[in-house]
């Protein structure tokens, strides 16, 4: 009985000290390091598209925003969004992207031609696709934050693809990069290779 008693005392104690830890739990898992960026929102990601918007968004005349100049909107296919999390550890692709070139840097021959050598890729913290939009939003250290906001005509975007892209506008939006707003920025469609 003494014995019982003694384990009684310990046990209680110890029971209320783990409730107590259980309710003071750190968000971040014990093996994360302190300075991890917070995982985005739950809602920050959204595919909604009916339509295949796959392939690359480019102006058909130049975008600039200082010494960069506006590449090309990414969009991916339906596979590639449900494959991706938003919270991966993979730090050079994402189902939507932005990318930039430095016009100050040199040219370099690719196997898709010449172009800048330099170049910002952004990726995502939070998009938006639908089959009459593209919102995104990201940071890249040389533009600070990037917003785009892009209207979807699917009747000239249909025309495009029968065609395997064309001049034709198919978007119509608001890019912001380096503290600077651009609006009435068109892009036209271009599969890619």
Sequence with gaps: MRTAMGLARIALPLALVLAAAACNRP????DAPADAPAA???NAFSYASTADLS???LPPEEVRIGKWSFDHIFVGQAAEFQAWKGAETET???PVMIEFSDTTSPMVESEMGESRSIKARVLPTRYVVSDDKIEFEGTAPELGAVRFEGRIDQGALATSRRNLGDEGVVVIGTLTAAGQTLRDVKLRWWMGD
């Design 27 to 30: 968000e971040q898992p014990a």
């Design 40 to 42: 985005p929102a739950a």
């Design 55 to 57: 392939g690359f968004y």
């Design 92 to 94: 050079t692709f994402a």
